[in-house]
């Protein structure tokens, strides 16, 4: 053999031994890669089981959340509905003369100056203090102005309920 061949062959042999080095390289990074991408694979599905569950829990609390509130508006709104229903009643006894406003007169009071004599009615069963009867256009005026507190007052409530709704449920 002559030293060219001698070069070629050993040349020969280097090339094989790094191709064979490369190919084995090659099959073992091959393998730790998709080991590699099969563990991604099985996080990246628990992570997504974990935020699903995640949304289903926040989905479901807002559904619960939504539901309270809106038995609550429903409570609220049969609430106001029923007032209004109440004082309609009373301004229409008031309108018709079926009921009659009277305030309690102060006796006692002789700075007032208002000398108004107690009703007489001769089949009254209403013993004691004296009192005086409502223009029934200012009892009118006066049912109003309790009328818009009343409402006032369930609208308080109901703001209330709605407040304390969402801080049990945040916390």
Known sequence: MTPGQILAA?????TISAASTWQVQ???MG???AEQGA???TDLGLVS???AKQVDDEQSKRQALEKMLATSDQQHFRELSDEQRNQARLRDRLATTDLRLSVL???TDSASGCNVSAPTSTGGV???ARRAQLDPAHAQRLIGIT???DQGLIALRACQAYVRTLVDRSG
Do not use: C, I, N, T
């Open 10 to 14: 050993v040349l020969l042999a280097m």
């Open 31 to 33: 393998k730790q890669l």
């Open 26 to 28: 090659d099959w073992r």
């Open 126 to 128: 209403v013993h004691g």
């Open 147 to 149: 009328d818009a507190g």
């Open 105 to 107: 007169l102060d006796a």
């Open 49 to 51: 089981a974990a935020a």
């Open 39 to 41: 563990q991604f694979q």
